[in-house]
């Protein structure tokens, strides 16, 4: 069994989104690594614009492992 410390959970933080990024968008773009339980633009919830970040999840830590490889993200 490994240590829990081992474990790195397949969820990748995002930061640099800008206000006309979507869910969707986000969704689109990342799913080219494997994959995605969830994906989520994080928004103000009294003005609706974008915080800047988000998240996504992947099913497995493969799929972080080919996001984490590739060099550049826009």
């Not at 240590?3 to 689109?28: C, E, M, Q």
């Not at 773009?29 to 103000?44: A, D, H, S, T, W």
């Amino acid at each position: 069994q490994q240590a829990a410390s081992a474990y790195r959970s397949p969820k990748l933080f995002v930061a640099g989104i800008i206000n006309a990024h979507t869910d969707a968008d986000l969704r689109r773009y990342f799913e080219q690594f494997g994959e995605l339980v969830e994906c989520q633009v994080i928004r103000n919830r009294h003005s609706g614009k974008t915080r800047g970040f988000g998240f996504v999840s992947y099913a497995d830590e493969a799929s972080l492992d080919r996001v984490l490889r590739s060099p550049v993200h826009y």
